[in-house]
Every structure is written in C-alpha cells, then in structure tokens.
C-alpha cells in the first residue's frame, strides 16, 4: 500500500514537518482542539511554552 504523506505546520512559529496521513502529528509535536479544529505545535514552540499548556489541563490530569 502507498503511504500518502501530508505537510503538517506549527501554529505558533510556522514551521512544517511531513506525516504520514495514520499518525497526523509528528514525534514531539503536540496538539489541542480549538472551535473543532486540530492545532499542532512543534517541539521547540511545546519547550518554550510549557507552563502555558500545563496550565490548561484539566485538574484531574494533575490527580494521578
């Protein structure tokens, strides 16, 4: 089978990074849903502003 790849961008700085359509977000990168849409975010702009994204999980992440 042909794997069909797919230009992924980073919301905050712009950089892009190929995927293979199954897996959506590159290694490292991570995501959150805005108004339905998926915003991805790449491994150095997720470093910069990880308190922000810790932040805005819900507080039962944090009662593990």
Known sequence: ???VMTTVTCARCGKQ?????EDGTPAGW???TERGRVVRYCVECVRENIRSIEA???EE???R
């Open 30 to 32: 991570t995501f959150e």
């Open 56 to 58: 805005k999980l819900p």
């Open 17 to 21: 990074a190929e995927v293979d359509d």
């Open 61 to 63: 992440y944090w009662e």
């Open 1 to 3: 089978a042909r794997r």
